[in-house]
C-alpha cells in the first residue's frame, strides 16, 4: 500500500520568510495529492491540492509543486504571515475508485512574530 | 448545510465500557472515514465505507467496528474500550470519484481511563 513520509517534523520561521514542507510517496499509481491544515483544536481543512497531470499549482501565497518521477511533492508558503502557524499534512492516493487518502506524519510550522 | 457532524464531541470512558461515535453528513457524499489522530502519528485510517451497507478495514481496525445503515450515517464502534484507543477521531467524508478533498467533521476527543 501507499506510504507517505513528511519532513521536517518542525519548522520555525521568521515572519516574511518562506517555507517548504517535502513528501514522498511509494506508490507510483497515486495521482491525487492534497495539502491540509490543521489549527490547534480544529479540524484539519483543505487548502490546496494537486494531481498528477500537472507540476505546479498556485493560489495566492502557497504553491505545491510535484515531481512524479522522484515521487515527492511539496508545499511552499512565501511572506509567512502569524495566522499560517499551523500543522500541515500532506496525503496521497489514487483519484480514480475509492481509495482512502494516506497521510503524513505532519509538519509543526511557527511563524515567529 | 452543516456538512459533517460528530458527536459527541468530548468523551471519558472506563476500561471495558462501549460507547458508538456518530458521523453525519448532509453533501450526499457517498465515500466516509474514520481516523484516528495520536500525537506524532498524524492521521490513520480506522476503516472507511464507499457507499450504503459497504465497510472496509483501513491501517488500524483492531478494536473498532463500523456501520454504514444509511448513506449519510458512519458509527464508529468501540465494543471494549482500552487506554491504547484515547484519541483525537475524526470523520471525513468525500464525492463519488474519489478524486476530492476530504470533508472533516469537528472531531471527537477520547479519554479512556
Known amino acids: 500500500g501507499e506510504n507517505v513520509e513528511q519532513h521536517p517534523s518542525t519548522l520555525s520561521v521568521q515572519e516574511g520568510d518562506s517555507a517548504v514542507i517535502k513528501c514522498t510517496y511509494s506508490d507510483s499509481a497515486s495521482n491525487y495529492f492534497p495539502w491540509y491544515k490543521q489549527e490547534l483544536g480544529k479540524r484539519p481543512q483543505l487548502i490546496i491540492d494537486i494531481r498528477s497531470n500537472v507540476g505546479e499549482k498556485k493560489d495566492q501565497r502557497i504553491a505545491v509543486t510535484l515531481n512524479k518521477t522522484a515521487k515527492h511533492f511539496s508545499l511552499h508558503i512565501t511572506e509567512t504571515q502569524p495566522e499560517d502557524s499551523a500543522v500541515y499534512f500532506c496525503a496521497a492516493s489514487r483519484a480514480s475508485g475509492n481509495t482512502p487518502l494516506v497521510f503524513g506524519k505532519g509538519t509543526r510550522l511557527s511563524v515567529i512574530a | 448545510n452543516a456538512g459533517v457532524t460528530q458527536t459527541p464531541k468530548f468523551r471519558v470512558l472506563k476500561t471495558g465500557q462501549s460507547m458508538t461515535l456518530l458521523c453525519a453528513q448532509d453533501m450526499n457524499h457517498e465515500y466516509m472515514y474514520w481516523y484516528r489522530q495520536d500525537p506524532g502519528m498524524g492521521l490513520r485510517l480506522i476503516h472507511y465505507s464507499v457507499g450504503e451497507g459497504t465497510t472496509a478495514k483501513g491501517e488500524v481496525p483492531d478494536g473498532y467496528n463500523v456501520s454504514r445503515l444509511k448513506k449519510q450515517n458512519f458509527l464508529l464502534g468501540l465494543e471494549s474500550a482500552a487506554p491504547s484507543q484515547t484519541s483525537v477521531y475524526f470523520c471525513?467524508?468525500?464525492?463519488?470519484?474519489?478524486?476530492?478533498?476530504?470533508?472533516f467533521g469537528s472531531g471527537t476527543r477520547l479519554t479512556v481511563v
Open positions: 471525513a467524508s468525500r464525492p463519488p470519484g474519489g478524486g476530492g478533498g476530504y470533508t
